[in-house]
């Protein structure tokens, strides 16, 4: 088992990690009045009769089931939940569990914040994303009127549980998706691990290797930039572009499916291009790092009529006074850097080239 110490609290990665968290629950100062373990249908299934198993502290908890999908990460998910608490009398010495991906542990970890103005929680993220992204940084919250992210808070669990065997069930698509984030580690921290990653083949991975390196790239950001100022904006390459397609995707319904880290890879490739003209990344890098994305994510040509869109999209929360918008660059690979501008023309040439490149 690896630990990785963040904010006031660590993370745990392996096959062992369960037993430990046996031993964390039964040698923690408090001791907990009642458990709470928040799955959905998916987690439900397959992970939390293994948890249960391993985890004797927990046998004992009193389950709370929702409904998968970001559409429930919302408000009126969170009033119900608030009320299961209530009505089953937890106190402010109950834990809450929070056993799935990014979507129960951003809404778990709010509700665990406000409940009684907060009780303590504990992560077990299941999917790759959660892993490598959600795992630190204290970020909670959710939704509101299909605006990613408007609701929450900063707060911190008692540690995070990454126990990799989950991986085993999680569809293939959910690896490639959270497997874009581990890349986006290494192309703006670590080109040594670009060099692994990129020959890497998704079925033979050692999990509890590459999770516990990207969680660390993640932690050593964070850590050096609680609260966003400026340095963890690293973390955005890719996602200026890639939100833009993530979010025309699903409002208009027209790349079925495409998940966040395929959505990332799709601005990776574009944002790569921008690297190139604005802060002189060598073009014999772009092309290396475009093909293997190109390679692993097959990426759908989007839609030159709805360039203009993705543009205003980007402008939503990214527009500074000149008109221009943000980006995080990388000048090589392994070498990213914040607070890059361009513009609307530059923009639509990097949209360009990535239907080029297909
Ligand atoms: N807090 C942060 O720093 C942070 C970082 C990244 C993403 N997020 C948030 O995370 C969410 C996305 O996370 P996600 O991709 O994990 O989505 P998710 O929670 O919706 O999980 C994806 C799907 O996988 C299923 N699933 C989960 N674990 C499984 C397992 N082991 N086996 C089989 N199926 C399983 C889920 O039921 C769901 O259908 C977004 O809401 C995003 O905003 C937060
Ligand atoms: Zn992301």
Request: overall charge negative.
């Amino acid at each position: 088992m690896q630990e990785i110490k963040s904010q006031d609290y660590s993370v745990y990665i392996g096959s062992d990690v369960l037993d430990h968290l046996q031993s964390f629950l039964e040698q923690h100062p408090v001791k907990y009045s009642k458990c709470f373990v928040m799955v959905d249908e998916n987690t439900h299934k397959h992970c939390l009769s293994i948890l249960l198993a391993e985890v004797e502290y927990l046998k004992d908890s009193e389950i709370i089931e929702i409904e998968s999908g970001e559409i429930n990460k919302c408000i009126e998910v969170v009033a119900q939940v608030w009320l299961t608490l209530s009505e089953a009398e937890a106190d402010r010495k109950a834990l809450f569990v929070n056993l799935g991906g990014g979507v129960i542990g951003d809404m778990g970890g709010f509700i665990a914040s406000t409940y009684k103005r907060g009780i303590d929680f504990v992560n077990i993220p299941t999917t790759l994303l959660s892993q490598v992204d959600a795992s630190v940084g204290g970020k909670l919250g959710i939704d509101l009127n299909g605006l990613k992210n408007q609701i929450g808070v900063f707060n911190f669990p008692q540690g995070v549980f990454i126990y990799t065997p989950f991986l085993n069930s999680l569809p293939k698509s959910q690896i490639r998706s959270g497997w874009a984030e581990i890349l986006k580690h290494a192309l703006i921290r670590d080109k040594a691990q670009w060099e692994v990653l990129k020959n890497i083949d998704l079925n033979t991975v050692n999990w509890d290797e590459q999770i516990a390196w990207s969680v660390k790239i993640k932690n050593d950001i964070v850590l050096q930039d609680p609260k966003e100022k400026g340095l963890r904006k690293l973390l955005n390459f890719g996602h200026t572009i890639g939100h833009a397609v993530e979010t025309l995707s699903l409002e208009k319904n027209e790349i079925k499916d495409l998940l966040h880290g395929e959505a990332i890879a799709v601005g990776m490739i574009a944002e790569l291009y921008l690297s190139n003209k604005i802060a002189d990344m060598p073009q014999i890098e772009v092309d290396d790092v475009v093909k293997s994305l190109v390679k692993l994510y097959h990426p759908v040509p989007l839609k030159e009529e709805h360039f203009n869109k993705y543009v205003r999209l980007m402008g939503n929360d990214k527009k500074n006074e000149k008109g221009t918008i943000n980006f995080t660059l990388l000048k090589s690979i392994g070498e990213g850097e914040v607070n890059y501008t361009a513009d609307k023309n530059q923009i639509i040439e990097a949209l360009k080239y990535f239907n080029s490149v297909l």
